[in-house]
């Protein structure tokens, strides 16, 4: 399935749409990003770490991923909660999904 066959909702029975939120360095490991996926409500997220091997490893971050729901994490803070769903709504309003920001 492709992410263009997700529902505008975000998901569908297989797969959960979610948007860019937050992108960090590590404090604790050098090279190590932390990219956080949220859904439009801001209510589930997904934490990926990447290693940046070396300046030639360049890897594109699309504005949106396709994730499996049993991957997602619960937002248990109503303040990040929020503010997860301000930039997930954002990145939608402003991007296509495989838009590389």
Known sequence: MSSSDVSDDGSDDDTVRVWLVERT???????????VYATIDGDRYFRKERALTSFTDVRETT????????????????ALRDRYSAEA?????????DDVV
Do not use: F, K, T
């Open 25 to 35: 360095y590590s404090d604790d490991e050098q090279n190590m990003v932390i990219l």
């Open 89 to 97: 709504s954002r990145m939608a309003a402003d991007h296509d999904p």
């Open 63 to 78: 504005a949106a991923i396709v994730v499996d729901p049993g991957n997602l994490g619960r937002v248990e803070d109503p």
